[in-house]
């Protein structure tokens, strides 16, 4: 499919006012997490330094009360562990780091159905994108998003649900599926040039501090 006939729509999304995942009275320092998945918000979020995995993913609002996550850890191409948690009893898990990226999936009957999303991790940060159709690739959604992609970089689904294995190397043309993580490293002379693009995009999505969480921005790819 081509790029130039998908239909891109930029929706930045800013949450209601609510305090911050994990919030304590002594709580000073704060890291973003990215939840995705079988949740009824996903996107990034602003959480405390003692927040737990649990913890972090109650703000996406999980679908299930049963639910695996597997965690990816910043600059790591790879998912790090898998977890299976529920919701409604106590809380031992893991601490997040800043720039994780949890993916969950519901085990248990899901209360409704999941919008289809997925995301994007780069080297100057992770954007969660919204799936309006079957078929889009992981061009399509780097086209909207304007990452250049040059013949040194490399793409890798590093984590899919339902158990199904990651897709190393990816290409342009691998369609995403719901709950993809995909992962793109870039040569130096890149990086640069995507910061820039990213520069403009961070005007509508950077932290709102009288909100005290981070408005999001969510992309819509859709075919015509």
Not at 34 to 54: E, K
Not at 114 to 125: C, E, K, Q
Not at 182 to 195: D, F, I, N, Y
Request: one cysteine or more; proline letters at 6%; glycine letters at 8%.
């Amino acid at each position: 499919m081509d790029w130039r006939n998908v239909l891109f729509l930029t929706c930045a999304l800013l949450l209601l006012p609510r305090p911050l995942v994990g919030q304590g009275p002594a709580a000073t320092s704060q890291s973003v997490v990215t939840v995705l998945g079988d949740v009824a918000r996903p996107g990034r979020f602003s959480v405390q330094s003692q927040t737990t995995v649990r913890g972090a993913i109650s703000g996406a609002t999980p679908l299930s009360d049963s639910v695996n996550v597997t965690i990816m850890r910043f600059g790591q191409q790879r998912a790090q562990w898998t977890r299976t948690l529920r919701m409604s009893t106590g809380d031992n898990s893991e601490r997040v780091l800043d720039g994780d990226v949890l993916l969950v999936e519901c085990l248990s009957p899901l209360q409704q159905q999941p919008a289809r999303n997925a995301a994007v991790r780069g080297p100057t940060g992770t954007t969660v994108v919204s799936l309006e159709d079957n078929g889009v690739t992981i061009g399509d959604v780097l086209a909207g998003l304007g990452i250049p992609v040059g013949p040194e970089s490399r793409l890798i689904v590093s984590a899919r649900l339902r158990s199904q294995p990651p897709v190393n190397p990816a290409s342009l043309s691998t369609v995403v599926q719901h709950g993809d993580v995909v992962t793109l490293s870039m040569a130096e002379s890149q990086v640069g040039q995507s910061a820039e693009t990213a520069d403009g995009d961070r005007k509508s999505t950077r932290l709102n501090s009288s909100h005290q969480i981070i408005s999001y921005a969510v992309f819509c790819l859709k075919k015509k």
